[in-house]
Each structure stands twice: as C-alpha cells, then as structure tokens.
C-alpha cells in the first residue's frame, strides 16, 4: 500500500539515514494494529516463521534483542521461546519499501516451529499433493 | 491461529501427503480473503518482498508456475513483472504450521521491488536510526 513518507525515500541516497522514530510513526499497522514480521535464520537463510508485532512488540524487539510477537489468538505479547527455550536472537530489522512489512535476521535456538521442526514451512505443494516436509527434532 | 485441520497434520509422517484441495480449503485467509505470501529468492534465500494473495491467486499461481498476487489498493490480480519484466517464477510453494503463512520459493528476473532495488527490505534499523541499505538497480 502506497504510503507518502516511504515513497519519499525511494530517491535517498545509499548510507543515508532517517529517524526510526519517524520510521515507527508511519509504519502501515492494519486495522488491528499489527504488522506482519517474517523471521529468517541468519547463519543458514532458512525463513523460520511469520508472525505479528504492534508497535510496543517492535520497541520490545529492539530493545532486548529478542523477538517479542504479538499473539493475535492470546491478545498478548509472546515472547518466542518464552516457554520453549526456542528463543530467536535479534541480529538484524529490515523494513520493506511500503513500511507494511518487516523481515528480521535472528539467531534461532532450538526449532522454530511450535512442532519442534525446525521451521514452520513444512507443508510443500507437490502438484495436486501437499508433502509434510520435515519431522519434529528429537530434543 | 490454530486451525484443528493444521493441527491434525503435525502428527503426520514425513512424506506423507495430502490433497491440495483440502489444504486450499481450510488456509486461514483473513477477513479480506487474503493471505500472506513470503517470496525466497531460491538461489540466494533472499526474501526478496512479502505480498497478499487470495484463494483464486494461489491458484494461478501454481497453473502458471509464475506469482500471481492480489492488489489490495487496485483489488485486482496482479502478475509479478507484468509491466516491469520483471517476473518471478514459481520453483516451490510451502504452506505454514497454522494455514496461515505462505512461503514461496522464486526465480526472480530483474530487481524485485518496484524501486528496481533487488528486494523490497532496504530500510535496515541501525539504533536509533534507519539506514538506507541498497540502491535502484540501473537497468
């Protein structure tokens, strides 16, 4: 979705740098005030997971460096791995061009996916098939 | 969000398949009858965007073998690279734990985003600030 202040950005130089307040202040949050943030491995480029944050949930990742989500069913914020030990390592935000999505390099303990897979993607389309894909760790 | 039909497959062996059509049937799309959609770059593991498809977008997406999203601004279907060239084709479509995440792994011709940088993730959070990480591609 088009949004004036990311469009404004799409001329500025490399290297260039704007507040991430700013940045925070116009992100696109939909109705429910939430935004979508895909996590993805570092070390392997595996993308682990997609979940939501609200803007508080975006502060508490930075802040701690730990992936905070925002749990639509729970009405809660969910720290990853908060129960598991999965946690998942903040090392790197990346905002999209639209500000309407979020993509976060992570460290990821353990497996990602509440199945104890190693990520949530496990379901693959083969033709008129979908395959299960991986099985849980054996922890 | 827990979805009993997602539910039932996390017991399920690996390799063991199931119907398409009943996994297309029973996918978490949101009020608006939309779905996230996560597109790998599958050579490299960028991810290169994240946008929306719904039930009939899916479906050409995987008749065509190229990524078919929906336009929520226009609410229309949109062809990756229609106007631009810059295509992407379909090598894998993954469904997530829940129903309610797609990942698909493309081959990507051209920049992806529509700034003509490689992928759409070019605002890279740096403290306090938000650093401008990749520039347009001159084509």
Redesign the interface.
Known sequence: ??NTYFKS??K??????????N?LDQLQFNQQGII?V?A?EQT????L??AWMNREALEKT?QKGRMCYWS??RQAFWYKGERSGNIQRLI???????G??V?CLVDQTGPA???N?PN????????????????PVIM
Chains 1, 2 share one sequence.
């Open positions: 979705m088009e950005l799409e500025t130089a490399l290297g260039h740098t704007v507040s991430l307040v940045v979508p895909i993805q392997s480029g595996a993308v997971m997609l930075l639509r069913s790197e935000m990346r905002i999209d061009c639209d309407d999505a993509l996916c509440h199945t897979r949530c993607f496990y379901l693959r389309v083969d033709g008129k098939q979908v395959v299960i894909n991986s099985e």
